[in-house]
């Protein structure tokens, strides 16, 4: 029903960094825990960072230290500041939020991925060259 919109994508070389930016005209995400997953070709989706209603903040073990999640006032843009940037972070970026009915926690999105009723963007491409 609700489609967001990532921004922020582009080419950078190892170690650059990009920000990666999501929301929708007049949306407000009421998520309990809102975030973001990617995928690389020939791979499955993957969750990334996530960040909850009061701003707890959940990492992949392969972004912790360069990677940080934020979330705008009012809640209507999510953000992802992406430093030290690596190869191995090819892949298209997607922001998630899962319906509020499903009471959906970071823990659980970056375990066992997103509910079927969850809310999504088309994606942003993120390419790091070697």
């Known amino acids: 029903q609700v489609e967001l919109v990532e921004s922020g994508g582009g080419s950078v070389q190892a170690g650059g960094s990009l920000r990666l930016s999501c929301g929708a005209p007049?949306?407000?995400?009421?998520?309990?825990?809102i975030g973001w997953f990617r995928q690389a070709a020939g791979k499955e989706r993957e969750g990334v960072a996530f960040?909850?209603?009061?701003?707890?903040?959940t990492y992949a073990d392969s972004v912790k230290g360069r990677f940080t999640i934020a979330q705008g006032s009012g809640r209507q843009t999510l953000y992802l500041k992406m430093s030290n940037l690596k190869p191995e972070d090819t892949a298209i970026y997607y922001c998630a939020a899962p319906a509020r009915s499903l009471w959906t926690a970071c823990d659980d999105l970056l375990r066992r991925g997103p509910p079927d009723q969850t809310y999504w963007g088309q994606g942003t491409q993120v390419t790091v060259s070697s």
């Open positions: 960040i909850d209603e009061r701003g707890s903040a």
């Open positions: 007049g949306y407000t995400f009421s998520s309990v825990c």
